[in-house]
Nanobody, 127 residues
Framework: QVPLVESGGGLVQAGGSLRVSCAAS??????MGWFRQAPGKEREFVAA???????YYADSVKGRATLSRDNAKNTMYLQMTTLKAEDTAVYSC???????????????????????WGQGTQVTVSS
């Protein structure tokens, strides 16, 4: 098991910025990602990062999101700017197991490709 703990969610005004973090225990160099789910909607991909830091973003956040990782702290960060009401959702981080993260350059965009999930953190953008 790889416990994942998200933090940094909260209430922010439209146009503002927010950073959410995901701390992982155990070994580093997991392939990791962020997903979000708004009330009444399907979970959707937000951003992904490979073990060495290659990133990929959903079109809905491209240009407004920056994903990074600090392997020394086993932590991944999602910085979002110019937040919109439609960004309101529970944001969950996910990680692939070390066995599934052998390709250091690969990132993954589908929820079923991940082995571990955090509990989620609420992000609410007020308009």
């Amino acid at each position: 098991q790889v416990p994942l703990v998200e933090s940094g969610g909260g209430l922010v005004q439209a146009g503002g910025s927010l950073r959410v973090s995901c701390a992982a225990s155990g070994r580093t160099f997991y392939a990791m990602g962020w997903f979000r789910q708004a009330p009444g909607k399907e979970r959707e991909f937000v951003a992904a990062i490979s073990p060495i830091g290659n990133t990929y973003y959903a079109d809905s956040v491209k240009g407004r999101a920056t994903l990074s990782r600090d392997n020394a702290k086993n932590t991944m960060y999602l910085q979002m700017t110019t937040l919109k009401a439609e960004d309101t959702a529970v944001y969950s981080c996910a990680a692939r197991s070390p066995q599934h993260s052998i390709d250091r350059f690969a990132y993954y965009t589908r929820a079923l490709e991940y082995d571990y999930w955090g509990q989620g953190t609420q992000v609410t953008v007020s308009s």
